[in-house]
Each structure stands twice: as structure tokens, then as C-alpha cells.
């Protein structure tokens, strides 16, 4: 059996962002507490992204340039993800907004999990990408973890308390548990196992209609 995949979005771009050093102690504490999951990086600062140019919806997944290709083939094989967002204006960065919304089924039926940082935590910022993944059919986990710039960092390394340590443990436990869980969504419609389908072989169809038929005409 294949292991888990999860892939650690690092949701800034901006020169002397903090966001990198932030998933570098998520992933590295992700691979002590996991060491069976397979951890991957995907930092969009590696693909270079534009402002959405696919002339086709993502719905479609039609995709006609390299650069969408690249993240699409990045993105589909994962089982979950850890998005750590800085906050901007209330909300997650435009470059991680531009990152989901440029595919679509490559998203779906995944779990993720999230990690702000901001002024105030950054969980603002969680909030809107929870709401934002949920119209992908990506399942976010309860616990999330927020690191404040003022007090959580030293100088531009994360310095978490260990309050946050096991608020980032238990978040990934939540965040495998739900990838493993919603695995048979993911499997292709000819690999997934038909439905059940119960018969009363006491009794034919026709005469469950007919008492149905009955019921519906006496409460009538």
C-alpha cells in the first residue's frame, strides 16, 4: 500500500516572507511525529504561477499552458494538504487564492489542514481558506495553528510555544485520520465497490409498491 501524501502549500510569494521557515518547522516536525507519510513541499514560489490565464474553466480541466500542468500534476497526487497563509487584509494571500483557483477536480475530496501567521495569528486568514477549499470538496480539519509575528517569531524564524507544537501535532493527526478516511471518494468510480442493494426475498417488488401504494392512499 501506497503511504499518505500530503503536500505543505506555502501560500506566499513575497521576497522576505516568512512563510518558508514556517513550513520548514511543519514539516519537519510532521516527519518526526509520521515518519510513514510521505511530506512534500509545494511552495508556490517554485512555480511561478500568473494571475489565472486558462482560457477554459478549471471545471473542465482542459488546461492549456505548462505552468497549470505542472501545479495539476503537483497538486492530484496528494491525499491532504497543510496550508500555512500569511494574512493580508483580513484574508489569505492572492498567490495561494490564484493556486486553487487555477484547477479544480485535482482538489477534490482531499483534507487539509492550516497554519496562520499575522500580526494577529493569521486566523483570519484560515477562516477565508476554509471557506474558499470547502467549494472544492477539500475537507478542513477543526484544529489549526496560529503564530503571531510579534511574539511567535524570532526574527524572521518561527519560535512556537509548545502549546502550538501540540496544537500543530494533533492538527496533523486530524488531517490523516480525514485523508485516510475519505480515500474511498478518491478511488476511481471502476475501482470503487458497487452499493449494496438489499432485497426482501419474502416479499416481490411489485407487492412493496402496491403496500406502498395502499399506505400513501389511506393517509390520503
Given amino acids: 500500500m501506497e503511504p499518505i501524501r500530503i503536500g505543505i502549500v506555502v501560500g506566499s510569494t513575497r521576497p522576505g516572507r516568512r512563510g518558508r521557515a514556517v513550513a520548514d518547522w511543519v514539516h519537519h516536525l ?10 512534500g513541499m509545494l511552495d508556490l514560489a517554485d512555480f511561478n504561477l500568473p494571475l489565472l490565464d486558462e482560457p477554459v474553466p478549471a471545471a473542465f480541466g482542459d488546461y492549456r499552458h505548462p505552468h497549470t500542468r505542472a501545479w495539476a500534476a503537483a497538486v492530484e497526487p496528494c491525499d491532504g494538504f497543510v496550508f500555512v497563509t500569511p494574512e493580508y487584509n483580513h484574508s489569505t494571500s492572492a498567490a495561494c487564492k490564484n493556486a486553487i483557483d487555477y484547477l479544480c477536480a485535482e482538489w477534490h475530496h482531499k483534507a487539509a489542514g492550516f497554519v496562520g501567521y499575522g500580526v494577529t495569528g493569521g486566523w483570519r486568514a484560515v477562516e477565508a481558506l476554509r471557506l474558499v477549499l470547502a467549494e472544492v470538496r477539500v475537507a478542513g480539519v477543526r484544529t489549526a495553528v496560529g503564530l503571531s509575528l ?5 526574527g524572521e524564524r518561527p519560535n512556537p510555544a509548545a502549546h502550538q507544537e501540540r496544537s500543530l501535532a494533533a492538527m496533523l493527526d486530524e488531517l490523516l485520520t480525514w485523508a485516510a478516511a475519505l480515500a474511498p471518494i478518491r478511488r476511481p ?3 470503487a ?23 400513501q392512499a389511506a393517509r390520503s
Fill in 30 to 39: 510532521a516527519r518526526e511525529r509520521h515518519p510513514g507519510v510521505a511530506f
Fill in 150 to 154: 510579534p511574539t511567535d517569531f524570532t
Fill in 189 to 191: 468510480a471502476a475501482e
Fill in 193 to 215: 465497490p458497487a452499493p449494496p442493494v438489499t432485497v426482501n426475498p419474502a416479499r416481490p417488488p411489485a407487492a412493496d409498491a402496491a403496500r406502498l401504494g395502499a399506505e
